[in-house]
Structure formats: structure tokens, C-alpha cells
């Protein structure tokens, strides 16, 4: 294991403070980074999916929205 120095520990420590800090106080901004991210990841692994499945008719997809399947 690596050994810290003094400076390089009162760095670390002042980091989680501030980044804890941060989070406490902007929480909204913070929940809707991750949000956006957790969507980002949901819709690059639906793009992936679509790739690998067989094409659909445009009249099928507003069938199925409007409960006409």
C-alpha cells in the first residue's frame, strides 16, 4: 500500500469534505446529472438491442402506442 504524506492526506480529506459538501448543498444539480446519466446509459443500451433485432413498420410502432395490437 501506498504511504500518504501528511499534505497529500489533508488534500484527500479536504476533497471528500468539500465534495460531500457540494452534493449536500446542490443535491438537485446532482440528482439530475445522474439521472441524465443513468438515461444516457438506459438509451445507448436500447440503441444496441434495436441493432441486433429485426426492423419494425412505422404502422406497427403506432398500432402498438395506440393499443391497436
Known amino acids: 500500500m501506498v504511504q500518504l504524506s501528511v499534505e497529500e492526506k ?17 443535491r438537485d ?4 446529472i445522474v439521472a441524465e ?4 446509459i438506459a438509451l445507448t443500451n436500447a440503441i444496441k438491442e434495436g441493432e441486433s433485432t429485426e426492423s419494425t413498420s412505422r404502422e406497427e ?8 395490437s
Open 61 to 68: 410502432v403506432f398500432n402498438i402506442i395506440e393499443g391497436k
Open 37 to 40: 446519466a443513468i438515461e444516457d
Open 29 to 32: 444539480l446532482f440528482h439530475d
Open 10 to 26: 489533508k488534500f484527500k480529506d479536504l476533497l471528500k469534505e468539500t465534495l460531500i459538501e457540494v452534493i449536500e448543498q446542490k
